[in-house]
């Protein structure tokens, strides 16, 4: 049964001519299909993706969506393994949603008889013979639109794992490459008014050139496992602004406002009337503008993980507004120490995945999410290291309001292709993508690019790279990753050239688990030659929920809890150990753990199981963190 969206954009819905007018912000021969474009239209223009969508109240286009499974492409390539897409007429793809003009037109494929699946949410988790499943399917979802004049129009996807074609009415808007992060494209003058229908192809096909590499520990959950969002803007709006504490400075705001269209320089003012202040800058010809705001002493409430204070502020120019919930803290090292506001703190931390234990598959919105950041916060963490790719921005808002300080991360994860030029630039846009969409967020101190990535020139140049990026887009956050380990005799030593470019002595090790076992891990000892806070971003052992037996046996509860006893001695005889993220806070699904009776194709190393049972480490995690926070009042 189709279903049709009613998008209520307003009341009143003008005629369909479009303000197909040049907007001077378009790129040359970024026309629009509407304007007599040849017949295979122009793709449609995919600007920087709208900071904080989410304040523009659009539409959801979440829902079920009818899918077609096409693991020969059938619906992309003709027979002689040409795009339809690129034919004379950019015809002839299963985007085309077409159906049979009379009983002699034989069409192979029908959405409207098609299965469908709810989105946001991956497909493996939605259907038996799409567990496994790797390769393309197609998703069709139809939605009314009554576009009006001097108004734009962008279609967002919050993310596709891992690459997307996307058609509107039959006609191309364009493609991404990487699995979790967001990207838009301009509709304007492209929406009909009436019924709209959008197609996507989904193909989460593991490339050795791709970010992540075809080598990971995780499911490769494919298809739109993000928000899908139309949103509606002036001519004239508000397309990014990082409103933020000055770096090492608790009195002054420091950020800038960035405007997008024809009246690109106007008059935006920024106030957080809770704390009396304001300021009105002048954007350039560029419609960009450095923000600038003393704040009045004694009166701000910076926010922290025991007081996650959010403000109400809102840029408001002569054409668009925007508020947005910001937190207002600062982060920094200090030798050993993290400095939070100028205190030192310990990172009591959990590593997680972007999964939900009890509903196998991508976290699917706040309920999932809310659970997961719980659980931590019920073993008295005041920080999750969100592995090992950028999570949903709905989760890092949570971790705002819950309180809970953020690692986050981009895939670049273990064997990557260093040396070509293409995969490096994948990595540097998966890493800006992320760190342009939650650079408002106060709850994230550290972008991490990358973990435990074999040490080698190119690779040191390639992560190199990926640092200096990240300074270059925020300078007020902790640059982070899981560096190389190398192990002689007994002494662990964490070494790795890398370490010169990030701010912290972060590493993952395996004593106990991965190195020997509970009996002999106390043999080891860390050498950690930097002045640098010391970060343990994983250790743990697998635990299969509900097996008991002696703390030498591998597999049981008791070893986990075992092991994780041992390893809080170890670790705290490492000088400037400022915190830990144990791997990980649940058991989650991976191809790599096929063990039949233990594992079942899950890491089991989770201190949660698939059944939301704590394990025993559960519990001897959250009295270590006790006296931890005992330890750092
Ligand atoms: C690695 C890796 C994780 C993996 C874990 C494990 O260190 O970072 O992604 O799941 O160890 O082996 O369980």
Redesign the pocket.
Known sequence: MRQVWKLLLLASCLTASFAAGAQDDQAPGQAHANKGASPRAELARQPPTLQNIYGRQPLSLNGRWSYIIDPYETGFYNYRRQPFDQSPTGAGGFYDDRKPKDKDDAVEYNFDGSPTLAVPGDWNSQAARLEFYEGTLWMRQKFNAAPKDGKRYFLYFGAVNYEAHVYLNGKKLGSHKGGFTPFQFEVTGRLLKGENTVVVKADNTRHQDDIPTVN???WNYGGITRDVLLAETPDTYIEDYQIQLAKGDMGRIEGHVQLAGARRAQDVTVSIAELGVKTTVRTDANGRAAVSIALPKNKVRYWSPEDPKLYNVTIAGATDTLNDRIGLRTIETRGHDILLNGKSVFLRGI?LHDENPLIPGRLRGEGDMRMMLQWAKDMNCNYVRL??YPHSEEMIKLADEMGLLVWAEVPV??TISWEKPEVYANARQQLTDLVVRDKNRASVIIWSIG??TPVSPVRTEFMGKLADTVRSLDRTRLVGA?LEVHRTGDVVTVEDPLADKIDLASF?Q?AG??WSNNKEMMKFSFKVNYNKPVLV??F?A?ALGGYHADTDTKWSEEYQDQLYKNTFKLLDAIPGLRGMTP??LTD?R?P??PHPYFQDYW?R?GLISETGKKKQAFYTLKSYYEQKQQQYK
């Open positions: 990971t520990d995780w590593s592995a090992h994860y273990w973990n435990e899981a993952n395996y688990w991965y971003t994983e743990g697998d791997w990980v989650f991976s790599r753990r890491n190393k």
